[in-house]
């Protein structure tokens, strides 16, 4: 798939705002799959596609999730976590996308895993530091991310983690084994 039609795919699922972040993610994705020898089609494609399903209605993404046959432990945490499973097997059915390497990348954006693969490091970090983000704690992974992408997600991770204990929210378990496995491997 092009990237052209790609984006007009995507466009029609967006709002105006979160259309423009997803060509920030797009073009963040580009650039560290090209520092870090990811491939930059995929990366540019799971990008593209990474929240493709983030305005569904809630009860959708929850039967999408039923239905996949997957853990669903994620369905026990914050909705804001549900789009990417669902997103990942809305870009399969609907879009016609069937590179697991791909659908891997946009099914761990929010959460992370233990022993992510490359594409899937370069996704969620795009996802992160973005050019349009703006929250404390995202300059130093945006640095971070010129240099070392593992140091770079473990900061991510560690700034997600303490955000939501902040505020007095749970953590989705696998975020958390990510940042453990990461924080095990790094140190």
């Keep these: 798939m092009k990237c052209e039609e790609a984006l007009a795919c995507v466009k029609e699922q967006l709002t105006e705002q979160r259309y423009t972040h997803t060509i920030g993610v797009m073009e963040t994705a580009v650039k560290l799959a090209e520092r870090f020898?990811?491939?930059v089609k995929k990366a540019e494609i799971a990008a593209i596609f990474h929240d493709y399903a983030k305005f569904r209605p809630k009860e959708e993404m929850?039967?999408?999730i039923l239905n996949d046959g997957r853990p669903l432990d994620v369905l026990d945490f914050h909705h804001e976590l549900w789009h990417a499973p669902a997103g990942a097997v809305l870009v399969k059915t609907e879009v016609g996308i069937t590179d697991e390497d791909i659908l891997s990348a946009i099914r761990y954006h929010t959460s992370g895993r233990p022993n992510m693969t490359l594409l899937e490091k370069v996704i969620y970090v795009a996802d992160y530091i973005e050019p349009g983000r703006r929250f404390p704690g995202v300059e130093e992974v945006r640095a971070l991310a010129e240099e070392d992408l593992d140091l770079a997600l473990i900061q991510a991770l560690k700034n997600t983690i303490t955000f939501l204990l902040s505020k007095n929210q749970a953590v989705f378990p696998e975020t958390v084994a990510t940042y453990n496995?990461?924080?095990?491997?790094?140190?």
């Design 62 to 64: 929850k039967q999408i």
């Design 181 to 187: 496995a990461f924080v095990k491997e790094r140190y």
């Design 37 to 39: 020898g990811a491939d």
